[in-house]
């Protein structure tokens, strides 16, 4: 492969567009939102580190790649709240984004395709593991913020128990752990009872 240096700083600029995309969850403490490129940098963060602590046979490098390139569909779709009503079709968008980032001239990733579908619809440890982490960072930013996205939206305990259900079979100790915080966060009026 020969470095073009016009075209890959071309398509470095297109990635760099995942910076304006802004989620609704708030940053550690609050002040303002995070955007998803904060989001995928603190997942790949977290999923190192839960890989280190976890101990199982997992492919740390093909885990981090997943957790980097999980948000590019998203330069596209933009970002499709956890409890939105407009969740379903977001996929295929995202989807079509990361294909067109991958046949982008200038893009020097190879299979940068097949490893947003791995993380996508990927049924492997580490896409399981990238999953539950994605859904954790999120919930601890609701925690640490007094729950300001969830009061925000109007959230109840049931759709974050919902949205977190399939972490019980993944991940057990962090399920309990969530609920044991959900039950904290509605005693503290964070989040609706129902």
């Known amino acids: 492969m020969q ?10 600029l297109k990635l760099d567009k995942l910076k304006s995309v ?19 940098w603190h997942l790949a963060m977290a999923c190192w ?37 407009n969740r379903g079709e977001a996929h295929l968008k995202e989807r079509e984004c990361a294909q067109r980032l991958s046949s982008y001239p200038g893009n020097t990733i190879p299979n940068l395709s097949n490893t947003w579908e791995e993380q996508e619809t990927g049924q ?14 999120p919930f601890l930013h609701n925690i640490t913020s007094d729950g300001r996205a969830w009061r925000d939206n109007n959230v ?12 019980e079979n993944e991940a057990p100790e962090i399920h309990a752990w969530v609920v044991k915080k959900l039950e904290d966060a509605v005693e503290k009026g964070w989040l609706k009872a129902a």
């Open 124 to 137: 492997s440890k580490e896409a399981r593991l990238l999953k539950v982490i994605d859904r954790l960072l």
């Open 22 to 40: 802004n989620r609704r969850t708030y940053i550690n403490g609050g002040e303002r939102v995070e955007n998803s490129a904060e989001h995928s």
């Open 156 to 167: 109840s305990k049931e759709q974050v128990l919902k949205a977190h259900k399939f972490i």
């Open 49 to 85: 580190a839960f890989a280190s602590v976890l101990g199982e046979d997992l492919d740390l490098l093909k885990l981090l790649q997943m957790a980097l390139v999980h948000d590019l569909g998203k330069i596209d779709a933009g970002d499709t709240f956890l409890y939105g009503k």
């Open 3 to 12: 470095l073009n240096l016009d075209e890959m700083s071309d398509f470095l």
